[in-house]
């Protein structure tokens, strides 16, 4: 599943006030630890984040030790587990790196995802149980969980997801330009499971942030330090790759500027791609609205960016400019050629139509009708 759909399953228990303990595994830097902290600040809750692999066994299970009269003995919990009087109502209770840690530690937490209870301590009615972890074949420490630990989890496999991490973390964030547009354009960079030839520097999510963060200091990729801290975050092959795009890019056609008609389409097929892929990341701003929800300025900017991909001259990448629309808003960008009513676009679609996914079984062209 993707990281969103796992995002969905939490929130499906906060909201029916579910108590089932959730496990997510999935590959390093995918983001599933800033994920449950997106959700804690979502709903207001305190996320309390335990990183078993750090952890011992005493400091998971607390103590025991004798009461006063030495006749019993008492319990002591650990003080990193929830308290309703210190940390609220409403808890996340994160148990990351549970497939890293030693299975005594794994022991130690057995009792509390079970039971939620730990001697005499008992989780607040409030906390919900969160555990994350690392597949077998992700390329780390990896220590199976016992069998009845795993039976109590509802357990869930998180793979890479570009265009969720594009519009629910990279664009919200503040992920630099050149980062999405390279992702964008080679989406299955975002992770590369295997390693490269040093063993360690492999890309992830998690990776490219920290590249996002070197541009924005620094965006010159020809200066030495940038480039060898490039490769050091994202791996050789794929950080070479990455600096070639940034140099094209400096010199590709500005996508405001064609938009406004400042400046003219490039002739050769590599800077027609890349103005292509700039001019419908554009049109980010349409995902996940309805039209009516669309403003009169965004309006007219989406005719606008329509209108620029109409002005290509090469209709083949007209064809893939308006696929990529239409993937992002298809009801928004539907309405908007209806209300444009161009001769010259009706032709256009009314002959791409079956490549451009328009077409119904049922007429030749479905734009003006069908969703």
Known sequence: MTI????????????????HAVLGLGAPGVGKSELVRQIGRKYGFKVIDIR???????EIGGLIYPNESRTKTVWLAPEILPDEK????????????ITSCPRRVQVAAYQLILDRRIGQYQLPEGTFVIALGNREDDDGVYIQLAGPLADRFEIHYIEPDFEGWKNDY?????????????LTFKPQALHTQSADEEGMRFATPRSWVRVS???????????????NK??????SAEGVQFVEYCKKQ????????????RA???????KLSLLTNSIVARADFIMRKGEEELSKAERERLRDIIDALFRLPVSEYTVIGVKGLLAKNRAAVKQTFIQMDSRHIRKFLSQYSEALGLTNGRNKMAMWGDK
């Open 4 to 19: 969103k759909e796992f995002q969905q399953c939490i929130e499906f228990n906060i909201e029916h006030n579910i108590k």
């Open 52 to 58: 078993l692999a750090q952890m011992s066994e005493v």
């Open 86 to 97: 210190r940390d609220g109502k409403h808890t996340l209770l994160l148990l990351d790196e």
């Open 170 to 182: 990279a664009l919200k964030n503040n992920v630099h330009p050149l980062v999405v547009g390279y």
């Open 213 to 227: 963060d070197i541009l924005h200091f620094d965006s010159d990729v020809q200066n030495p330090v940038v480039r």
């Open 230 to 235: 490039i490769i050091g975050n994202v791996g």
């Open 250 to 261: 400096r010199d590709a056609v500005n996508a405001d500027a064609f938009i406004s008609g």
């Open 264 to 270: 003219m389409a490039p002739l050769s097929a590599d």
